[in-house]
């Protein structure tokens, strides 16, 4: 089992900046490949970023690129979700998730999550 704990979410102003943090423990956290969701009210749980188990690879989706950055300390067995000039749209509950997948943006590919983290945008 592996256990994940986000951090670091809250209130910000649209244009500012907040970065969120995922520890793990149980298992061995470099054996895993990373990923952040988010679910706004009355939408569904989508994909976010994506870490490979290395850190060597990373994929977004497009309404992020340019203003999210995924990373990852294998020796702290943390992954963090770096997000600048954030706007209204991305508020949502974060969560982050890890597994052994092959289909990084699936929902169901990932093994474990972490009870979430609200993010809230206001204009």
């Known amino acids: 089992q592996v256990q994940l704990v986000e951090s670091g979410g809250g209130l910000v102003q649209a244009g500012g900046s907040l970065r969120l943090s995922c520890a793990a423990s149980?298992?061995?956290?470099?054996?895993?490949?990373m990923a952040w969701f988010r679910q706004a009210p009355g939408k569904e749980r989508e994909f976010v970023a994506f870490?490979?188990?290395?850190?060597?690879?990373?994929y977004y989706v497009d309404s992020v690129k340019g203003r999210f950055t995924i990373s990852r300390d294998n020796a702290k067995n943390t992954v963090y979700l770096q997000m600048n000039s954030l706007k209204p749209e991305d508020t949502a509950v974060y969560y982050c998730a890890g597994g052994r997948v092959s289909d990084y943006a699936r929902i169901g590919a990932y093994d474990y999550w972490g009870q979430g983290t609200q993010v809230t945008v206001s204009s």
């Open positions: 870490i490979s188990r290395s850190g060597g690879s990373t």
């Open positions: 149980g298992r061995t956290f470099s054996n895993y490949a």
